[in-house]
């Protein structure tokens, strides 16, 4: 089992769907994904910044699944990064209705003691070069490093998003960004200039349309589980991640064979993620539930075929 | 192995692509179903209608695959259909340029007699009214009917659909179409309201994003294998159909689990239809290719998981 450390935002979320609206409940990317790895009983710490509103109750929350929260700092004076958002008829797309950085604006992460010598690095959705600064604090090389980001970062620091892939071994990025990401419309050949840019694996999240994993001329694709509704799609990219992560972690066997079974596991979370607003389906999930879909995913997947 | 009826057109295509265009070439709804089908070695017939103008060069291209081609009508004065399109950059969307229905607009398919106690029937897109015809005239009820659709028969003859679907034991339609027909946004809600409508089993296409299975409270999702580059998407949904069908009429076996192959066996065929122009590829495609993607296939989706 390996140490793991991410960094990601830790935020109020107020999310609007065709199902409904909350006010400001806990989310962000660094909470998404540590609740999500924490399934796998890991040694783990977010890395985070949040303001003097942020309730104890959520830092206890992540506490009680064995995170590590000292390395999130909190700024009396602040307030939380807040996004609000609202989803479309067809939860694929979404307006952002708010985005208050508040503390993240000033946000310096500073990786636990403890953690600095940790195996497993998630750096989540943040400007490339806060990424960065939290590889530049570990003592030794990270034996696997997870980025995440999104089309924001392309379109205002390429320049630093470009330099930090050069030492990630996951991206983990949409189609669309794959394709804004290579200048190339076929995912194959995407993911071959991506790989190119530094990592070794590429995952590309398709949503409803599952995950496609590349290494070198290797390819896997995990489907999503169809499901009967999805209620909010937020976090479900996080939550594949920290899933992803997570069971690498705790595997410590970074192969692609492994790979693949984690991809399973990061859409396996995901699709619990979904079934409920923010992060509740999350903290009310039981291994049981997670066995059960996982052999969900074997019959949607698996099939045999005799070659003559 | 059973007899196999296929109905649907045969056609001249006219195809522009970022790729090239080409002059009339050989293709429709029928010919595509008929050339995936006969990799399988079975009986089979394609029930069709022609012009004066179709070639025989074309009808020898079927025969010598041993499709029977006497239910081909040839219309000595008349015109054989004509399509012409032009795919956009992403190839997901085309404009139709020309559409010349022709013999077509009169086409009242008949089976021949040999074939009218066929066990598998695939009615390839078409009128709803003209499918049904071709059910009234086998001698008994096959043990598998497979129909392929459209959202223009769901605009115009929604009536005649639904009375014919009634007769269906699976139906294949793309996303958007499923989401139309059944009025329900969630696939899998929309596949059991069109369980409801007839069809025991529901093929969902999803083109790059591959194809869903559902039958009760099953589903079964087989990923399309990630291209380097699709040249040419005509006659994909086509292909996939008789590669699905053509395998069931082979093995004899309509089963869910047998299904499940099917559906491999149709992705796997309609990866090589898009390699080239209209049916060039499908008219040089090997055995031994065959089963190397088959094998693909399952390196892409196969995964182990220890479920403790």
Redesign the interface.
């Known amino acids: 089992m390996s140490k793991l450390v991410i960094v990601g935002t830790v935020a109020f979320d107020a999310i609007e769907t065709p199902f409904g609206k909350t006010d400001k409940i806990l989310g962000g990317a660094g909470t998404f994904i540590g609740l999500a790895a924490s399934n796998f009983n890991i040694d783990s710490t977010v890395v985070s910044i949040v303001g003097g509103d942020f309730p104890k109750d959520y830092l206890d929350i992540m506490s009680n699944r064995n995170i590590d929260v000292s390395g999130i700092e909190i700024v009396e004076d602040g307030k939380t990064f807040f996004w609000s958002g609202k989803y479309h008829?067809?939860m694929n797309s979404r307006d952002t209705l708010v985005t208050e950085l508040n503390v993240l604006e000033h946000f310096n992460p500073i990786v636990p003691e403890s953690y600095k010598d940790a195996e497993v690095v998630m750096l989540g959705n943040l400007h490339p070069s806060v990424q960065m600064s939290v590889l530049n604090q570990m003592h030794k090389t990270p034996k696997l490093v997870v980025l995440d980001t999104m089309n924001f970062w392309m379109d205002c620091a390429l320049d630093d998003l470009v330099k930090t892939i050069k030492h990630v071994d996951v991206i983990t990025i949409n189609d669309e960004e794959a394709r804004q990401l290579s200048g190339e419309?076929?995912?194959?050949?995407a993911a071959r200039k991506i790989h190119e840019m530094g990592p070794k694996y590429v995952v590309i999240k398709?949503g409803e349309?599952?995950a496609?994993l590349f290494h070198d001329d290797?390819?896997?694709?995990?489907?999503a589980l169809?499901?009967?509704?999805?209620f909010d799609p937020t976090g479900a990219g996080d939550t594949f991640a920290g899933g992803f992560t997570g069971y690498l972690a705790k595997t410590g066997d970074y192969s692609f064979?492994n790979m693949?079974?984690a991809?399973?596991y990061g859409s396996t979370l995901a699709s619990f993620c979904v079934e409920k607003f923010g992060t509740e389906r999350m903290l009310n999930l039981t291994d049981k539930e997670i066995?059960k879909r996982?052999?969900q995913?074997?019959?949607?997947?698996?099939?045999?075929?005799e070659?003559t």
């Open positions: 008829n067809d419309y076929s995912l194959v050949v398709k349309h599952g496609l290797n390819v896997f694709y995990a489907p169809p499901l009967e509704e999805v064979e693949k079974t991809v399973i066995y996982l052999d995913f074997k019959s949607l997947t698996q099939f045999d075929i070659l």
